[in-house]
């Protein structure tokens, strides 16, 4: 959103969504590799109190997999649902001590670096 003040008239606010494709594109080249974008997301694992983290994977299959599991406090749906928003955290918003995440960012930008599609547990397929 900007504002936009034109001569004579009070300011207005234009409402200005990014366009989601072009997004999701544009994070796929923040220069992750595998390794760091597992590191980041793994991070939410810790941050979320997981005193174990286990990688599952399937690179046989036409459909490869892959998913990070932990024994972390879990989400919500609607904590799940706010966390897959881009900038879904205020870096000036104070934060837990074990808190990892600043800007909301790393687990869609480390995702999307390495795949173009992104589904909760339990949801593969549909």
């Keep these: 959103m900007y504002k936009k003040e034109?001569?004579?008239?009070?300011?207005?606010?234009?409402?200005?969504?990014?366009n989601a494709s072009a997004l999701i594109e544009g994070h796929r080249d923040f220069g992750y590799d595998l390794k760091t974008?597992?590191?980041?997301?793994?991070?939410?694992?810790i941050s979320a109190g997981a005193t174990s983290v286990k990688l599952e994977v399937d690179t046989s299959s036409d459909d490869p997999?892959?998913?990070?599991?932990?024994?972390?406090?879990g989400m919500s749906e609607e904590e799940l649902i706010e966390a897959m928003r881009l900038g879904s955290k205020n870096p000036t918003d104070a934060r837990e001590s074990g808190d990892l995440g600043r800007f909301g960012l790393g687990l869609k930008s480390?995702?999307?670096?390495?795949?173009r599609s992104l589904?909760?547990?339990?949801?593969?397929?549909c």
Excluded: K
């Design 6 to 18: 034109e001569a004579g008239q009070a300011c207005r606010e234009i409402d200005t969504p990014p």
């Design 37 to 45: 974008a597992l590191a980041d997301v793994i991070d939410n694992s």
């Design 65 to 73: 997999w892959l998913a990070i599991v932990d024994n972390g406090t």
């Design 110 to 115: 480390a995702s999307f670096s390495q795949c």
């Design 119 to 125: 589904t909760p547990p339990h949801s593969r397929g």
